[in-house]
């Protein structure tokens, strides 16, 4: 399902000081049907905000975003956050099926989807554990199958794999991409590593530093189905490269601008 955001701006202020920020400015993309594309930049460039307006959190101040929806009975978008997002009183089983009993779907479908996922993300035996008893990279797991259990037509992910040591995050990438191939939803990817978003993306879209603006658009030409042997070939060097390059003038500037504060 394509996301259509057109001439978007978001300015905050702050109620008492009435100061403003201006997180995100003029920013026009169209997200196309199925199409993986990740979001990188600066820190506070207005990623974040970004992805939350396209969940529907908040209204942007000027411009708009369309999502054309196919179906009324699925959520249009599921958001996987960085961390610390499950409910530590529910059991795996009931973190992933949460979105289902809100919805009242019909017990049978329940336990086909928790199968289906568990195998999905390799949590059998843990379905009765609690978040507190998890690794993080096995509560992030949790997280991504949660999110693809209310069958969203759209995935939002900011930062998902953040936390995580760099091995599992390469693991969790591969696996990542894996599930992509294989449920091919639309999906907007926040990272600060241009690793998986080489990796995971279609598309690259490069921020500016505050307020945010579309730098470039990388269309990345990298073969599917992919994996971190991809990493030694030549097509990948160059293409880190590039968006180092990119991103590098983003962050000195987003630096410099904000040590003069
Ligand atoms: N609710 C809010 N109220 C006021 N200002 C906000 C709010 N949310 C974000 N901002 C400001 O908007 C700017 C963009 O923030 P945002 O969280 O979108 O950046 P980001 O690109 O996600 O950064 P990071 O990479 O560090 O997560 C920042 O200057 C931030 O301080
Ligand atoms: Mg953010």
Redesign the pocket.
């Known amino acids: 399902m394509p996301i259509f955001i057109e001439d978007l701006s ?1 300015v ?1 202020r ?1 109620p008492r000081t009435l100061q403003e ?1 201006c ?1 995100l400015q003029e920013v026009n993309l169209v997200v196309g049907d199925r199409e993986f594309v990740t979001l990188v ?10 992805i ?1 307006l396209i969940a529907g959190f908040g209204r942007p101040t000027e411009g708009r975003i369309r999502i054309e929806r196919t179906s009324t009975d699925r959520p249009a978008t599921s958001m996987v956050w960085q961390e610390n997002a499950l409910f530590p009183w529910r059991s795996v089983r009931k973190n992933i099926l949460f979105g289902l009993e809100i919805r009242k779907v019909p017990s049978p479908v329940q336990k086909e989807t928790l199968e289906r996922l568990i195998d999905m993300v390799h949590l059998h035996g843990f379905e009765d554990r609690f978040p507190h008893e998890l690794s993080g990279g096995m509560r992030q797991r949790v997280n991504l199958a949660r999110a693809i259990a209310n069958d969203p037509e759209i995935l939002l992910m ?2 998902p794999f953040a936390s995580l040591d760099a091995q599992t995050k390469y693991l969790l990438s591969e696996e990542l991409i894996g599930i992509w191939e294989k449920t091919k939803k639309t999906v907007v990817y ?1 990272t ?1 590593s241009i690793e998986e978003a080489i990796l995971l993306s279609d598309r690259i879209v490069v ?1 500016t530093a ?1 307020p ?1 603006r579309i730098k470039e658009i990388i269309q990345n030409p990298l073969r599917r189905p992919r994996s971190t042997e991809l990493m030694s070939t030549s097509i990948y060097e160059a293409l880190f490269r590039d968006i180092w390059s990119l991103l590098k003038e983003e962050v000195l500037k987003a630096q410099a601008t904000t040590s003069l504060q």
């Open positions: 978001m905050y702050d920020v997180a930049g600066p820190s506070g460039c207005g990623k974040t905000t970004l939350r900011d930062e926040i600060h921020m505050r945010g």
